[in-house]
């Protein structure tokens, strides 16, 4: 692919394995500094963060500081041009997005 990635920022959430590591691997591979979020690292995402410009950060996204810490990290990169959330789950809103409370 041609993305015009390169010196991007990129976040990933629930880049330890699945999706999340595809998806980081994908942006890191386009150019992206990719700052990857999980609670636990992997060896997969280790071994990504040993060959590519990616950055762990252990974060718990279901706490009320968490989204921030990992944010606070991503922008120690620069301005975040890219945001794959790819953690948690709810039950359907029909209300959209907006309707998911902290509590959810």
């Known amino acids: 692919m041609q993305l015009e990635l390169e010196g991007k920022v990129a976040v990933v959430t629930g ?3 699945g999706i999340g590591l595809a ?16 609670r636990s690292n992997s060896v997969e995402l ?8 990616v950055e762990f950060v252990a974060v718990d996204l279901s706490t009320p500081s968490g989204p921030a810490d990992l944010a606070a ?32």
């Open 23 to 38: 998806a980081a691997r994908a942006l890191a591979a386009e150019g992206a500094r990719v700052v990857a979020g999980a």
């Open 73 to 104: 990290a991503a922008l120690a990169s620069g301005p975040i041009d890219v945001l794959i959330n790819n953690v948690g789950a709810a039950k359907t809103r029909l209300g959209g997005f907006l309707s998911i409370t902290d509590e959810d």
């Open 15 to 17: 880049a330890s394995r």
């Open 46 to 53: 280790d071994a990504l963060v040993g060959t590519a410009p």
